[in-house]
């Protein structure tokens, strides 16, 4: 009986047709077949990066100090090549900007994820259940709401900077900075899913569900959970967005990331310090490189949002 | 009317215990004050009598409330790094965040609202295309990178504007002020356009959503048919009607912009609160981490509630309800 309303038919529906207009769209707009080539290529580069890096720049031992400050497409001692360059201490810049990109999109999909197993059970509860716990929670996002995302993330920094020792502050940066962007962006998840869990519940298959007598947690995650992918997924690819951002200004402000495990914005810190006497390659390509995530990743997340709305279609 | 305003009022006395209840915890858990003002060698009895001079040996509850009573007072307790009253500090750093804020803001609404008047009176036109391309670029791009790309190219090849500080101030009374010399109006500028730049691009999107629509009205046709100048048209009426949801935006603003002076601050090494409050996370400086945030809320709370009234000053319809 119960596998019979398993699969809810409508949603399925809903998903086959919004399927194609999705992809149709995609066709459309040449700005996010660009876009996605692009974050296409940074993701391949942050999975690759330990075969592309000819350098491990983070090794101190590789590092060859007489190359320091050699200028981009230049050879080194041992005919190293420096295609972008190497920095005061003869680091590969191209190979420090791999393994930096590497750890921003580590961080940013982390977050991500830690704030949706944290945002979406609680607003799933919140909208299906009601009662003081929603009002609990829904308070307690418009107080976290009223402030900045990157404001409460840096709180939330400096408080667990606060609570861990000082030896193992640099080892365990890049726990304490996912934590940080995914308790400040969890809420955003948390108000979707219960409004919208708020409309569904009062939908037949619901009732239905009710009336067969499937339990609380299966009707929540198995028929409710399924309907509420889309606007899921267009947050959580808006937020990743939001977490890249975040992630490279908290580094770059030197509360993120340490130099010994840098994202792109602790080389961008690094490197501001060399603009005025002329080595602007350590600054330039993480800047570029940063400047093609983040655009790259907002224009495929504004455009998913707007391929999904069913209003713009 | 005054349901509302009560129940606003609510919601921002939440607001202010929610953050003393964090801002204490974070001033009383949050490492060992003894250490952090006596150092790592002092006495047992020295530490007994600092713990119970500041409080610590009182029930919690207790210690809550003469907290948030010494607060009112104004006494936020002693900086661990700089040996110095927290407000005393935070009073002395305050006038040069207010200004590049307050600067930033007005360039902003000044420049965002012509913007947004030109893209939607000119929608079609080349120059309105780019403005809203390279709006959009900037809106994605972190603020740091947005400063130190100005820093390169003002600071660094054209050597026209300083790259950091404030230049030369003058004190006014209490207020240490960079905006009556020359080099004080030189150095805020690439701070400014770096802080108030997304807010520039917000109002400008909504000035020219706005105007796009008034603009579609009937009253604007019947102006245009009754033989009305274009000019009178378009900023006696048009503009006129798009500014109350604007002066909301940009009021309420004013506290994301405060908040983000933290990064500008940062990239131009502009002695304000935020590089202050920066330096006090690197450094765990609590107290000082305390007294920022619940200088940061009472500022949004105030801010929200002026408009809120503001609202309710300029829109007569939410007065009968």
Known sequence: ?313 | MLAYLLRRLGQSALVLVAVSLIAFMVFRHIGDPTISLLGEDATLEERAALNSELGFDKPVPLQYLNYVGKVVQGDLGISYRLKRPVSEVITERLPATLELALIASLGALGIGVVLGVYTALRSEGWLSRWVMTVSLVGVSLPTFLIGIGLIYLFAVELRWLPSFGRGTTVKVGGWETGLLTASGWSAIILPAITLGFYNMTLIMRLVRAEMLEVLRSDYIRFGRARGLREKDLYFGHALRNTLIPVITIAGLQIGTLIAFSIVTETVFQWPGVGLLFISSIQGVDVPLIAAYLMFIALLYVVINLLVDFLYLAVDPRLRRR
């Open chain 1, 1 to 313: 009986m119960s596998d019979v309303i398993h699969h809810p038919a409508p949603a399925r529906r809903g998903w086959r047709q919004s399927d194609s207009p999705v992809k149709r769209a995609f066709a459309r707009s040449r700005t996010v077949q660009v876009a996605s080539a692009v974050l296409l290529l940074i993701v391949l580069a942050t999975l690759l990066a330990p075969w592309l890096a000819w350098q491990n720049p983070f090794d101190s031992a590789s590092l060859e100090l007489n190359d320091a400050f050699l200028p981009p497409w230049s050879e080194g001692g041992h005919g190293a090549f420096y295609a972008l360059g190497a920095d005061d201490q003869g680091r590969d810049v191209a190979s420090a900007i791999l393994y930096g990109l590497r750890m921003s999109v580590l961080v940013g999909v982390s977050a991500v994820l830690l704030s949706l197993c944290i945002g979406v059970p609680l607003g799933l509860v919140a909208g299906y259940a009601g009662g003081w716990f929603d009002t609990l929670l829904m308070r307690l996002a418009d107080v976290q709401l009223t402030f900045p995302v990157i404001l409460v993330a840096m709180l939330i920094l400096g408080i667990v900077r606060g609570v861990v020792p000082e030896g193992v502050r640099e080892q365990v940066a890049v726990l304490v900075i996912i934590l940080a962007i995914a308790l400040s962006d969890w809420v955003q998840y948390a108000r979707t899913v219960r409004g919208a869990v708020m409309v569904e519940k009062q939908k037949d298959y619901v009732l239905a569900a009710q009336l067969i007598g499937r339990s609380r947690s299966a009707i929540l995650g198995r028929h409710i959970l399924p309907n509420l992918l889309a606007p899921i997924l267009v947050i959580a690819a808006i937020s990743f967005a939001h977490a890249i951002v975040a992630e490279s200004t908290l580094s770059y402000l030197g509360v993120g990331l340490p130099p010994t495990q840098p994202s792109l914005g602790t080389l961008i810190r690094i490197g501001q310090s060399f603009l005025f006497s002329g080595e602007w390659w350590i600054l330039l390509f993480p800047s570029l490189v940063l400047l093609a995530l983040a655009l790259s990743v907002n224009l495929v997340g504004d455009w998913l949002r707007d391929a999904l709305n069913p209003k713009l279609q």
